[in-house]
């Protein structure tokens, strides 16, 4: 059974770094094909894509905020790590980490974590 | 980057009928094999789900009335017969290339 898990601080000030945390089971990143996506949702609004990280290390960004964002992972704790620098209040959104399989979708969705950008 | 564009942006559908969801794209993502479109159901308060992958492939678990087809740059959505628990907001995203992108979302009310 795969299931995630976001977590992230809630609230922060503009300027800071974002730090978010992605924590899984059911699946390992070791294993070929597997990956982890990191989507976020503004109230009310659609769907944007951010980056995802593959099990081979392989990385791809959103090239819109490409230069603010790092992904990484800790394959022995199951972890997925997403950074996204100076952040203002158009970065207040419910982020959401995804399994992705051995295809480029996301068939496993964690609860997703609410972060505000607030002075 | 590819823009995928919903229509219509919502609609209130009687239960038992048809619904029908469009999600066009700004170019082809498909090739002679597949289509690299899929679609979600986001109800509030909950992640999206996962419905139906490479245009029309049922995602396992996902009951039978609902469908996706479609090829090259129109993709459709199908639901019916609706039922009660299928109100919520309808995502089309494609897997073509950098960046993912989804459409602007349908939401579904039913009547």
């Known amino acids: 059974q795969v299931t995630l898990k976001e977590s992230g601080p809630g609230i922060l000030q503009p300027s800071q770094t974002l730090s978010l945390t992605c924590s899984f089971s059911?699946?390992?990143?070791?294993?070929?094909?597997?990956?982890v996506g990191w989507i976020r949702q503004p109230s009310g609004k659609g769907l944007e894509w951010l980056a995802h990280?593959?099990?081979?290390?392989?990385?791809r960004y959103n090239p819109a905020l490409k230069s603010r964002l790092t992904i990484s992972k800790d394959t022995s704790s199951n972890q997925v790590f997403l950074k996204i620098a100076s952040v203002d209040t158009a970065d207040t959104a419910t982020y959401f980490c995804?399994?992705?399989?051995?295809?480029?979708?996301?068939?496993?969705w964690g609860q997703g974590t609410l972060v505000t950008v607030s002075a | 980057d590819i823009v995928l564009t919903q229509s219509p942006a919502s609609l209130a559908v009687s239960l038992g009928q048809r619904a029908t969801i469009s999600c066009r794209a700004s170019?082809?993502?498909?090739?002679?094999?597949?289509?690299?479109v899929h679609w979600y159901q986001q109800k509030p308060g909950q992640p999206p789900k996962l419905l139906i992958k490479y245009a029309s492939n049922l995602e396992s678990g996902v009951p039978a009335r609902f469908s996706g087809s479609g090829s090259g740059t129109d993709f459709t959505l199908n639901i019916h017969p609706v039922e009660e628990e299928d109100t919520a907001t309808y995502y089309c995203?494609?897997?073509?290339?950098?960046?993912?992108?989804f459409g602007g979302g349908t939401k579904l009310e039913i009547k």
């Open positions: 170019q082809s993502v498909s090739t002679s094999s597949y289509s690299y």
């Open positions: 995203q494609h897997s073509w290339e950098i960046p993912r992108t």
């Open positions: 995804a399994h992705m399989g051995d295809g480029n979708y996301f068939p496993y």
């Open positions: 990280i593959w099990w081979d290390d392989n990385k």
């Open positions: 059911g699946f390992s990143l070791s294993t070929s094909g597997m990956g």
